[in-house]
């Protein structure tokens, strides 16, 4: 059974930073693409960043370009997201999640599994 567990998580003043991390377990993480996905109350779910396999291609939204970092430790399972810069927009539920394949790619359907989701608050 796959597992997605993300931390870190908060309420942080506008310009601060947070860093996620996502916890996989109970397939090989190395084999696939990860990404991260978020949802602000009354919107919908919206692609943030994705990242290959191995790691080494990344595929950010414009909207988190130059401020948010995502990289990968396969040694460990997990997926982190460094976030800096960060403004009351960004205010939302952040979703890890498992692909498919192994390439990075912006579209949720091709996402089989799903964290349960760390709340990310940007508020002075």
């Known amino acids: 059974q796959v597992q997605l567990v993300e931390s870190g998580g908060g309420l942080v003043q506008p310009g601060g930073s947070l860093r996620l991390s996502c916890a996989a377990s109970g397939r090989t993480f190395s084999n696939y693409a990860m990404g991260w996905f978020r949802q602000a109350p009354g919107k919908e779910r919206e692609f943030v960043v994705s990242i290959s396999a191995s790691g080494r291609f990344t595929y950010y939204a414009d909207s988190v370009k130059g401020r948010f970092t995502i990289s990968r430790d396969n040694a460990k399972n997990t997926v982190y997201l460094q976030m800096n810069s960060l403004k009351p927009e960004d205010t939302a539920v952040y979703y890890c999640?498992?692909?498919?394949?192994?390439?990075?790619?912006?579209?949720?359907?091709?996402?089989?599994?799903w964290g349960q989701g760390t709340q990310v608050t940007v508020s002075s």
């Open positions: 999640a498992s692909t498919t394949v192994a390439a990075t790619t912006t579209q949720a359907m091709r996402y089989n599994y």
